[in-house]
């Protein structure tokens, strides 16, 4: 046991399950290897977190803060096809930055162990945001959830070593979102042009 320190901060807290949990899955995330690897005995921990899921939770908030913070950038591309684009690819590379993190954020959890909703929605905010602008707001969401669903299979797929038929799997990421943003931008096209022939009726 490391000698004890007069404080640890929260952030030190969930800074070293970050830690354990990149080291070696979700099963490393302990009280007592958390403890350990700050300085302190295990019951300290209760003092800042009611037990290991509220740990587990505050973890996936860090997260889910950081993959917010990456993606949100590219709201501000003036070119909503090209800021999709970048935003899929920043999802990626988070994904692949930090991948028992990244797998955190998609397992069912109970509610304990969960981050709360309103980061769940602020992490999606982005992306609707350019999803909006590059299809409108009626199919904003549609539009977020196509591309999400993608970017998690691929992703997913590349973390578990899944594409083992070689070739370029950048360029196969890019290929993948490229089609799906231009497949977005024909059916606004299409909507719009629908709309304009029912109005000239």
Avoid: C, W
């Avoid at 320190?5 to 830690?19: K, L």
């Avoid at 505050?58 to 913070?69: C, M, P, V």
């Amino acid at each position: 046991m490391s000698p004890a320190r007069a404080r640890t901060s929260y952030d030190d807290i969930v800074a070293a399950g970050r830690e354990l949990l990149e080291a070696g899955g979700l099963d490393a995330v302990t009280m007592l290897a958390v403890a350990e690897r700050v300085g302190v005995r295990a019951p300290s921990l209760y003092k800042r977190f009611a037990d290991r899921g509220a740990l587990i939770g505050a973890i996936g908030s860090a997260a889910l803060a950081d993959l917010t913070a990456a993606l949100e950038p590219f709201v501000r591309d003036p070119d909503p096809a090209s800021g999709l684009l970048k935003t899929a690819s920043a999802f990626r590379a988070f994904a692949k930055a930090n991948p028992h993190a990244y797998e955190l954020l998609f397992m069912n959890l109970p509610p304990g162990s969960r981050p709360p909703a309103q980061l769940n929605a602020g992490a999606a905010a982005p992306l609707l945001d350019v999803t909006e602008r590059l299809v409108g707001s009626e199919r904003a969401l549609e539009a977020a959830r196509l591309m999400t669903a993608f970017a998690h299979g691929f992703v997913s797929m590349e973390i578990s070593g899944a594409f083992r038929l070689g070739g370029d799997v950048d360029e196969a990421f890019r290929y993948g979102v490229k089609v799906l943003v231009d497949a977005l931008m024909d059916s606004r096209m299409d909507r719009r042009e629908a709309s304009v022939g029912r109005a000239s009726q």
